[in-house]
């Protein structure tokens, strides 16, 4: 497995409101999968506090390769300078293909985590990241 197999499935399954992430909610999420010991430390992306809580260069670069390689969408937000990713038809069968790799246990973490970021409003999700991972919130510019 690797780092991007790990955001493919995370993208790949079904939260609150749909599949399609926006960027912080794909940060906080594979952050929540690398603390909770879900992905073995090898394929772990690195975090640093940034404004909005842990953020990783790498991740955010990986999301956009993705969309390069037909493997997802960036949905435009009206109104932001950002998208909402989500898998392609071509994203989904490669997920597959991993999710028999990982098996059903860790399939199951992933989905969780993505109820988990999908379930709560984005001050919710910041505030919850913010108390369980303190030294996060540093440089963060988010005051709610």
Known sequence: MTKRDW?????????????AL???????GMFLLSKEGVI??????????????????????DADRLVRQDL????????????RYRLTQEGIKYAREV????????ARKVYEAKLAVTGKSFADLLRDIYARFPEYAQNSVFTG
Do not use: C
Request: aromatic share 12%; proline share 10%; glycine share 12%.
């Open 7 to 19: 955001l493919i499935l995370l993208l790949a399954y079904k939260g609150e409101g749909g599949s």
């Open 22 to 28: 926006d960027p912080v909610r794909i940060q906080k």
């Open 40 to 61: 073995p430390a090898g394929e772990q992306y690195s975090f640093e506090p940034y404004h909005y809580g842990p953020y990783s260069s790498e991740l955010r670069k």
């Open 72 to 83: 997802a969408d960036s949905l435009p937000v009206s109104g932001y300078t950002w998208g």
């Open 99 to 106: 999710i028999e790799q990982i098996g059903p246990q860790a």
